[in-house]
């Protein structure tokens, strides 16, 4: 079981910046992906940003180039640095967690990812 708590969201002006931190209760796996999603009103959840535990990362389109994710393993925290933001950013984030043996795909897809954080509120104004 991995219990993810998400923290930092707020409501902003477009164009400015935040950082969410999502802390992981249970950090030890060997192999796994951490990801943010969002969801706004009315749409589907879409995968933002994911890191594997060797550090790789992977980025949806939209927010490449603004939004970097980071960890620190010592801490058992998953950062997720968003600058530039744009109205269109607005949603629920959420970080979630894909643990695995052997090998998975490096995926951004939310059905793939079997603990959830109960979320943290982005509002982007212009």
């Known amino acids: 079981q991995v219990v993810l708590v998400e923290s930092g969201g707020d409501s902003v002006q477009s164009g400015g910046s935040l950082r969410l931190s999502c802390a992981v209760s249970e950090h030890s796996y060997s192999s796994y992906y951490i990801g943010w999603f969002r969801q706004a009103p009315g749409k589907a959840r879409e995968g933002v940003a994911a890191?594997?535990?060797?550090?790789?990362?992977r980025y949806a389109t939209s927010v490449m180039g603004r939004f970097t994710i980071s960890q620190d393993n010592a801490k058992g925290t998953v950062f997720l640095l968003m600058n530039n933001l744009k109205p269109e950013d607005t949603a629920m984030y959420y970080c979630?967690?894909?643990?695995?043996?052997?090998?998975?795909?490096?995926?951004?897809?939310?059905?793939?990812?079997?603990?959830w954080g109960l979320g943290t509120q982005v509002t982007v104004s212009s």
């Open positions: 890191i594997a535990d060797d550090g790789r990362t």
């Open positions: 979630a967690a894909l643990v695995y043996a052997g090998t998975h795909y490096f995926s951004l897809e939310a059905g793939e990812y079997s603990f």
